[in-house]
């Protein structure tokens, strides 16, 4: 696989988006705001990629919304 991802420039780009957006929801201690503004760079990032999946992806990702943790359903 990493060959394969190392051979391709788009497929390296997306995957490498990929990771970034699991750091993203990693980050445990990190306050809302601070999730929050993580999410729109990563989606900033994506749109400007110049890849149409990623591209659609973000888009798609700005329909959700952030919600504190704790609250479930509403």
Avoid at 15 to 30: F, T
Avoid at 58 to 66: D, I, K, N
Wanted: glycine share 6%.
């Amino acid at each position: 696989i990493a060959e394969a991802i190392h051979l391709d420039e788009q497929l390296q780009a997306v995957y490498e988006a990929r990771e970034k957006l699991a750091e993203i929801w990693g980050i445990a201690n990190a306050s809302h705001e601070r999730l929050v503004q993580a999410f729109v760079d990563w989606c900033n990032e994506a749109e400007q990629s110049g890849i149409a999946a990623l591209e659609e992806f973000a888009e798609r990702m700005r329909q959700y919304a952030l919600k504190p943790q704790g609250v479930l359903n509403g």
